[in-house]
């Protein structure tokens, strides 16, 4: 089945650029041109991914996503004209799944835009008979997608999820961002060690937020484990 993207920049040219690109690809296209316009259409029909300009008059692309991620998990590829390291770590932080500085290549862009689906909407198996794991009173249910503390549910993004059910798998393991990047960027695609440790900053709120207080361990000069749980 078709994938809906919902394309939202207020540049018109570009607009037509990704819209030619992923029609191309076999996708069906909704355009926005600013961020109040995005959510109308967003609320108006359900959409598989949403490439999203961060440069926008009034109402930009963070905040979009911040109003998005009140009540979806959809997955966010965003859009800049500048290659400002905040704007990666902060767009990341607030839910995004990726991030593309302009000017890109539509092919490089429907290639990152493939991963991503292949990513959030590929059936997980689950990896033990159960197909949950447990860590103290955190707890994976793995065909579920599902994240709980203490019975409280915790909401991540796809790639958060994956970084974390990584952890779970082995919790006495040191993992170095190398391997989190691998196990959670599908297809060799790289990100940066900022933006590895952005992902785990985001993990530990969210757990934080629940009463889960620092279970994802700092191994300086090696990378990340779980810490004891009770």
Not at 78 to 89: N, Q
Not at 185 to 203: E, G, P
């Amino acid at each position: 089945m078709s994938k809906h993207i919902l394309i939202v920049d207020d540049d018109a040219h570009i607009r037509e650029v990704i819209n030619f690109a992923l029609e191309k690809a076999g996708m069906i296209v909704t355009l926005a041109e600013d961020g109040r316009q995005a959510l109308q259409q967003f609320n108006a029909a359900a959409v598989d991914l949403i490439v999203l300009d961060i440069n926008m008059p009034e109402f930009d692309g963070l905040e979009v996503c911040r109003e998005i991620r009140k009540t979806s998990e959809v997955p966010i590829l965003f859009l800049s004209s500048r290659d400002d390291e905040i704007d990666r770590i902060l767009g990341l932080e607030i839910g995004g799944d990726d991030y593309v500085t302009k000017p890109f290549s539509p092919r490089e862009l429907v290639a990152r835009i493939n991963v991503i689906l292949k990513r959030t909407h590929a059936p997980l198996k689950p990896i033990i008979e159960t197909g949950s794991l447990r860590h103290g009173k955190l707890l994976i249910q793995v065909e579920q997608h599902l994240i709980s503390w203490d019975d409280q549910l915790i909401n991540l993004t796809a790639t958060e999820f994956a970084m974390l059910l990584l952890m779970m798998r082995q919790p006495n393991r040191v993992f170095s961002r190398d391997t989190i990047m691998n196990s959670a960027y599908a297809n060799h695609v790289y990100v940066s060690d900022r933006t590895i440790d952005s992902h785990i900053r985001h993990i530990r709120q969210k757990l934080n937020d629940a009463g889960c207080e620092a279970v994802i361990e700092t191994v300086h000069g090696v990378g990340y484990k779980l810490a004891s749980c009770q």
